[in-house]
């Protein structure tokens, strides 16, 4: 047997278990064949093997992002976007722009605005002078929140006296959209969306995770029309026609309640962000206990307590991994008391039901988490970046109050209580970036939020991996594995872990081919 490619003269992280180290790799067939040193594989070495010989260079296994809106992230990088502007001018330019480059009455979306970041509030009327005719829609970055112009209000027909329309102090609507009307707003803006564009979004998305590293993509994409996604059936379905034409692994998240539909497709996981409860932006992320800026509010849990216990039990019979949505500890509770109850009726040892985000749970639900074997799919890279993400934190600090606001995301908590967490983004609207969650939490300087660099690693590869029942083929660098991996300029555990995110990606490989190769990457 002669392999097809050959990593030499490496610095191999197995993420077996820590301080498991080799120099060199050989894949055959797609597989790992030989992980070692560099006199195990020369045996290897046939006319046809590429050789790498890689000095300097730190590989490991793939990485694994476990939450990312892949269609509404390559959509986000196609169309136009806002990310990260807090000046309101600014803001209304690029809609205006974007509406002198639509044909007239053309409807008109701009993706990625932090209402509660800009400088001052924009409204409808801010949208009507500058798009009298075309309907508009500004979508939050959070997802859970728009603004939408007349035109766009008269287009969407949504029904009289639905939840979540926001009005001024003299009772206007402002044409800001939350909880139950902007999930039904986004889903019939949506609606437009061609085949196309769909799969160039697709294609997109792909490339951008190979840029980063990343070789699979937990794909919460889908919905239905059941009240409680504004993501389209049609996304689920051309990701499962195009997943084996895509440069990078995937696992489809069935973003919706739709059981019969996740059966009759054959999949293995349901739900993603299906929400249980929003935002504290928009004061609807579900809390135990009020608002510390709005005492008259705990926020909204988007389910009935029966309705969240069906859909869980229907899922769980049919045998599928559920996913769900809960940020608030008001949230975290419904859904930890749905699993539970579920569970006593139906035993399912080693489920790994989800918990998305999982971003302020008590002492008490980390306990019952790990209790229930419940996994949990959190995003360090959007919750605790200490440095470029300090504009965030007094407006969350404002919402919470300073003692909750400190015990958000504790994962030397988490970790120590035996729970099994993996590693995400939330593209869109987050950047994909392992790396960028790795420093964050590496080099954070609070306690409840510290992880070595090595264990935060594990929650984008072997953490990650488990987290989708994938353990036997990713996560580890290990013979008979896929041979899925990425190779750094730098090694992350020897970095200044303030420093890990800016250590460029070198090659990314897919099934032992290099998918990616970074521009001016002399390897």
């Known amino acids: 047997m002669t392999a097809d490619l050959i990593i030499r003269d490496a610095n191999v992280y197995t993420m077996v278990r820590p301080g498991r180290r080799a120099e060199a790799l050989a894949f055959q067939a797609g597989r790992i064949v030989v992980v070692g040193a560099n006199a195990e594989v020369e045996a290897l070495v046939g006319p046809q093997t590429q050789v790498l010989s890689l000095p300097g260079r730190t590989v490991l296994p793939g990485f694994i992002d476990c939450h990312v809106h892949m269609t509404q992230t390559g959509l986000g990088a196609l169309g136009t976007s806002v990310y990260d502007v807090s000046d309101t001018g600014t803001v209304l330019q690029v809609v205006a722009e974007a509406v002198d480059r639509a044909a007239p009455g053309e409807a008109v979306l701009v993706h990625g605005c932090w209402f509660g970041g800009l400088d001052r509030p924009v409204i409808a009327a801010d949208l009507d002078r500058i798009a009298p005719r075309n309907p508009v829609m500004v979508a939050d970055v959070s997802g859970h929140g728009c603004l939408v112009s007349s035109p766009a209000w008269e287009a969407l027909a949504l029904p009289s006296g639905i939840g979540g329309v926001l009005r001024d102090g003299s009772g206007c609507r402002s044409g800001r959209l939350v909880a139950e009307a902007n999930t039904l707003a986004r889903y019939r803006y949506y609606a437009s969306i061609d085949d196309a564009q769909r799969a160039e979004a697709l294609q997109r998305a792909a490339e951008m995770a190979l840029r980063v590293g990343i070789t699979t993509l937990h794909a919460l994409d889908g919905g239905c029309d059941d009240g409680h996604s504004w993501f389209r059936e049609r996304d689920a379905a051309m990701l499962l026609q195009a997943q084996d034409h895509l440069?990078?692994?995937?696992?489809?998240?069935?973003?919706?309640?739709?059981?019969?539909?996740?059966?009759?497709?054959?999949?293995?996981?349901?739900?993603?962000?299906?929400?249980?409860?929003?935002?504290?932006?928009?004061?609807?992320?579900?809390?135990?206990?009020?608002?510390?800026?709005?005492?008259?509010?705990?926020?909204?849990?988007?389910?009935?307590?029966?309705?969240?216990?069906?859909?869980?039990?229907?899922?769980?019979?049919?045998?599928?991994?559920?996913?769900?949505?809960?940020?608030?500890?008001?949230?975290?509770?419904?859904?930890?008391?749905?699993?539970?109850?579920?569970?006593?009726?139906?035993?399912?040892?080693?489920?790994?039901?989800?918990?998305?985000?999982?971003?302020?749970?008590?002492?008490?639900?980390?306990?019952?988490?790990?209790?229930?074997?419940?996994?949990?799919?959190?995003?360090?890279?959007?919750?605790?970046?200490?440095?470029?993400?300090?504009?965030?934190?007094?407006?969350?600090?404002?919402?919470?109050?300073?003692?909750?606001?400190?015990?958000?995301?504790?994962?030397?908590?988490?970790?120590?209580?035996?729970?099994?967490?993996?590693?995400?983004?939330?593209?869109?609207?987050?950047?994909?970036?392992?790396?960028?969650?790795?420093?964050?939490?590496?080099?954070?300087?609070?306690?409840?939020?510290?992880?070595?660099?090595?264990?935060?690693?594990?929650?984008?590869?072997?953490?990650?991996?488990?987290?989708?029942?994938?353990?036997?083929?990713?996560?580890?660098?290990?013979?008979?594995?896929?041979?899925?991996?990425?190779?750094?300029?730098?090694?992350?555990?020897?970095?200044?872990?303030?420093?890990?995110?800016?250590?460029?990606?070198?090659?990314?490989?897919?099934?032992?081919?290099i998918a990616y190769r970074r521009p001016g990457n002399d390897a």
């Open 247 to 513: 440069p990078v692994r995937t696992v489809l998240y069935l973003q919706s309640t739709c059981v019969e539909t996740a059966v009759a497709w054959g999949l293995s996981h349901i739900g993603g962000c299906v929400w249980l409860d929003g935002s504290y932006g928009d004061h609807t992320t579900a809390l135990l206990e009020p608002y510390a800026d709005r005492p008259d509010t705990c926020g909204k849990l988007y389910f009935a307590d029966d309705e969240l216990e069906g859909f869980v039990e229907r899922a769980h019979l049919a045998g599928l991994q559920i996913a769900m949505h809960a940020i608030g500890d008001a949230a975290i509770q419904q859904l930890l008391d749905a699993y539970e109850k579920v569970l006593v009726r139906h035993p399912r040892a080693d489920h790994r039901h989800r918990i998305e985000h999982f971003s302020l749970p008590t002492v008490a639900q980390i306990d019952r988490a790990a209790r229930l074997g419940v996994a949990l799919s959190m995003q360090p890279n959007q919750a605790v970046v200490p440095k470029e993400a300090h504009q965030h934190m007094p407006a969350s600090m404002r919402y919470l109050g300073p003692e909750r606001y400190a015990r958000r995301h504790p994962y030397r908590r988490i970790l120590d209580a035996g729970c099994l967490v993996g590693g995400g983004s939330d593209s869109d609207p987050k950047p994909m970036g392992p790396l960028i969650g790795v420093e964050a939490l590496a080099g954070h300087p609070d306690d409840d939020r510290h992880l070595s660099a090595y264990e935060a690693l594990l929650l984008y590869t072997a953490s990650a991996a488990r987290l989708a029942f994938e353990e036997d083929q990713k996560g580890t660098l290990e013979p008979g594995k896929l041979a899925d991996c990425v190779v750094l300029s730098a090694d992350p555990l020897a970095a200044d872990p303030d420093t890990i995110s800016q250590i460029p990606v070198d090659m990314t490989l897919v099934a032992g081919r």
